[in-house]
């Protein structure tokens, strides 16, 4: 019964994303739209021998695709409440975790579909030349997966937190962004954030900006996947785990206490 | 067993009280109606029936279960629709049903049997693979019924199901409540702050006025404590002509209501002509007349000196406190 629930929950959320068309389109065009100009456009001007900049940059465009999916797909929380779907929801005989899981589960598989959308962009990439990566094997690919479900469940549940406690549909987007904003930036998703052994030398961050990215999350979330894609990560791919683990079980936790509190 | 016992219910929202230490009884299979204007407590009461809201004190058997002890077995035993509209207008018709035979645990067997069954009883069959955001508004209350009984409830809950309907679609509703309490053999719960809905639909009703309650029986019953007619009368000084005709023999009970005098009297036909002649006897006039058989609004102006549908400031300031008071 349970699971019955929680699937049902699930497939609600990939019926809407199916059925909102420009959503679909602008959530794998932005991300592409970052690859194909920014990317290649800086590799342009930053490009060195033995470090090409949109192959560094992709696996940290893969990154922020699920950082603001993740954490916006909060906003179908609050479109519930505010059309009051919600409290058909709350008065069924489901417990609060059960919803909150559905909801996890379902913001998780799309974000995650958007993902791999954008890591065929890459792979088409290397089809035409442009990037020069390795053809990841299996060990590769569960690295990848395991790197995107743990990003995108510490954000999916980050993204419910905020919507138990905010119920204005114009204040959500402006929230998340004021919060995510800083997080992409500070995750070495578009710069490195220090040496990357057996990968080209860089140059140093100043101190404040090296620290910050060291505090943020998503900053171990980018290292692993770029881990998987390139072979070369800043930190050891454990201590990478380790971070996101942790950070994803102390979110799922926080979005889970909040949401027990959710009214309609 | 009746379908629901309150014991003392109270909802209180800080110095408000919503609900006031209610003791009802309502049986098996009753088509029961809570009459009372906005604000009177109606919806904080099957609220915390549903266990959406927990009783600041009391408590209550819905089914067979305690909405404390047992919130789960009271929900899967309830169906409930909102007073506000609570569709997914993305989904269709059918998947709305879909959605809600999951999330209640029915099989798939039991799921396309009982959407089939609750589609063909609200008349939507044939809309049931279209969005609902193409449905009108009728179509969508009745889309909501039908959700509310998938499930099989020995209980369901009817939160003003005809708020905001046009009057044909109305009484379409009314049908389709009358017939659903019939043939799904489904205690039906029923608030409104409709006079005639109460008076058509329900087996009994309770006014509900301030979160108590303050009249209970069966609305021909409620309506025949008032022995005898209503007379309305509209004079210049309806004060003066309060305290004068209080004492005229004909009079049982009087009340000024809008302005206009009210007066319980046994014969009202041959009451009028006389009750007209004593203020022109002293030297007013009568600029209106009005003679009716006592509705259930003229039981709740006798316990309230109040209409139903006058949206007293107090009242708006009371829903105010109550909407501030859940954040």
Known sequence: MTAQAIYVLWLRDMKWFLRAKARVISSV?????????????????????????????????????LLFSSTMSGISVIWD???????????????????????????????????????????????????????????????????MI?????????????????????????????????????????????????????????????????????????????????????????????????????MVLLGGYLFRKISA | MPAIVTKGLTKKFGDLVAVDRIDIEIEEGELFGLLGPNGAGKTTFIHMLSTILPP??????????????????????????FQDPSLDSRLTGRE??????????????????RINKVLELVGLKDRADSLVETYSSGMKRRLEMARGLMHRPEILFLDEPTLGLDAQTRRSIWEYIRMLNDVENVTIILTTHYIEEADYLCDRVAIIDYGKIIALGKPEALKDEL?????????????????????????????????????????????????????????DQVYAANLRRPTLEDVFIHYTGRVIREEAPESIARLRARFWGRR
């Open chain 1, 81 to 147: 409440k505010q059309f009051g779907f919600m409290k058909e929801i709350l008065v069924a005989p489901v417990s609060r975790i059960h919803i909150m899981i559905g909801k996890v589960l379902g913001g998780m598989t799309t974000a995650m579909l958007q993902g791999a959308l954008l890591l065929l962009a890459i792979g088409l990439f290397k089809v035409i030349g442009l990037v020069d990566i390795r053809t990841p094997g299996a060990a590769q690919l569960l690295q990848i997966v395991v790197f």
């Open chain 2, 227 to 283: 022995k005898g007619d209503i007379v309305s009368l509209k004079v210049g000084e309806p004060e003066k002509y309060l305290e004068v005709l209080k004492g005229n023999e004909l009079v049982e009970d009087g009340k000024i209501v809008d302005g206009l005098l009210h007066l319980r009297v046994g014969n009202g036909e041959e009451a009028i002509p006389k009750l007209i002649e004593v203020v022109r006897g002293r030297g």
């Open chain 1, 29 to 65: 065009v932005t991300p592409f739209l970052w690859l194909a100009i920014i990317g290649v456009g800086l590799n342009s001007a930053f490009a060195r021998p033995g470090f090409n900049y949109l192959e560094f940059m992709a696996p940290g465009i893969v990154g922020m695709t």
């Open chain 1, 150 to 250: 743990l990003i995108s469940v510490s954000f999916v549940s980050i993204g419910l937190a905020l919507a138990s406690v905010i119920e204005d549909p114009v204040a959500f987007p402006v929230v998340t962004n004021f919060l995510i904003m800083p997080i992409f930036f500070l995750s070495g998703a578009l710069y490195p954030i220090g040496q990357i052994p057996g990968y080209s030398q860089i140059g140093t961050l100043p101190g404040w900006l090296s620290s910050l990215a060291h505090l943020n999350p998503l900053t171990y979330g980018v290292d692993g996947l770029r881990g998987a894609v390139l072979g070369a990560s800043s930190f050891p791919i454990l201590l990478d785990l380790a971070v996101l683990a942790v950070f994803s079980l102390t």
């Open chain 2, 96 to 113: 709305n049903l879909d959605f809600h035979g999951r999330m209640y645990g029915l099989t798939k067997e039991q799921r396309d049997e």
């Open chain 2, 56 to 81: 600041t004190e009391g408590t209550a058997e819905v089914a067979g279960f305690d909405i404390r002890q047992s919130a789960d077995s009271v929900r899967a035993a309830i169906g409930i629709v």
